[in-house]
């Protein structure tokens, strides 16, 4: 089923299958003809229960993993025409990535965390380190750049993972069950950050399976048995 945003693209899929083959065993459907499309400035929420094929669609979308058959666009640039090489710079530039598990180096640095994905990108040190305090500022931890993952609580730690995720300035921002690993309170205070990127023209895709959290979107997209069902936009995700 199509999912549509009235909003330039810069997700969009057409067909996309993916069918896991286990040797001799039966082959696995994951996905089942996804057609999507997902605007700048969006915030979509993609939900599903364990085994829906939403982690599936995730790896997609993350160019993580190629698709069986169909089509995927990410930022107008057609995936199915990149050797590897160009697959990882595409990721380096187009995608930043947020994980429950928020995937911190514990002997770095929150400003060294930050700025990590600046060496691969071969900018220079001092640059690094000046992009990486205002990333740190625009989550509100300008004063705890040089504070270690260990001295930062839970809520501090998703920050930092999602300054290092926006160090590149990328259009997608693709987040994994980001508030799982927090509590109510401080889960809030990073969905109400998302809204705020989103304000700032990033394009956010959360991955959840969580409909309270998923109802911070403004659209919710629900996977169900490899195939997905457009919600449509949320009544109180409108733009403020």
């Not at 994951?30 to 939403?54: C, N």
């Not at 058959?69 to 710079?89: K, M, N, P, W």
């Not at 809520?155 to 160090?167: F, T």
């Not at 109802?215 to 403020?240: C, F, K, N, S, T």
Request: aromatic share 4%; with cysteine; hydrophobic share 40%.
């Amino acid at each position: 089923m199509n999912a549509i945003s009235e909003r330039a693209a810069v997700i969009e899929t057409r067909g996309l299958t993916k069918v896991y083959s286990a040797g001799t065993e039966a082959e696995v459907v994951a996905l089942k003809d996804v057609g999507m499309r997902i605007g700048r400035g969006d915030f979509v929420a993609i939900m599903g229960p364990s085994g829906s094929g939403k982690s599936t669609l995730m790896n997609l979308i993350g160019c993580l993993d190629t698709p069986t058959s169909g089509s995927y666009h990410c930022d107008g640039i057609d995936v199915s025409t990149l050797d590897a090489e160009e697959l990882a710079r595409l990721r380096l530039d187009k995608i930043g990535f947020v994980f429950q598990g928020f995937n911190l180096l514990p002997r770095m640095s929150a400003l060294e965390n930050v700025a990590m994905p600046l060496g691969y990108a071969q900018v220079p040190v001092a640059e690094r380190k000046r992009m990486a305090e205002e990333a740190l500022l625009a989550v509100g931890l300008a004063d705890r750049g040089s504070h270690r993952p260990s001295e930062l609580s839970g809520g501090q730690q998703q920050r930092v993972a999602i300054a290092r995720a926006l160090i590149n300035r990328p259009p997608i921002l693709l987040a994994d069950e980001p508030t799982g690993a927090l509590d109510s309170k401080t889960g809030e205070e990073i969905l109400t950050l998302f809204k705020r990127l989103r304000d700032e023209d990033h394009t956010v895709v959360l991955i959840t399976h969580d409909a309270e959290v998923a109802a911070h979107a403004d659209r919710i997209l629900v996977m169900h048995d490899g195939r997905l069902h457009d919600e449509g936009v949320h009544e109180q995700g409108a733009p403020a």
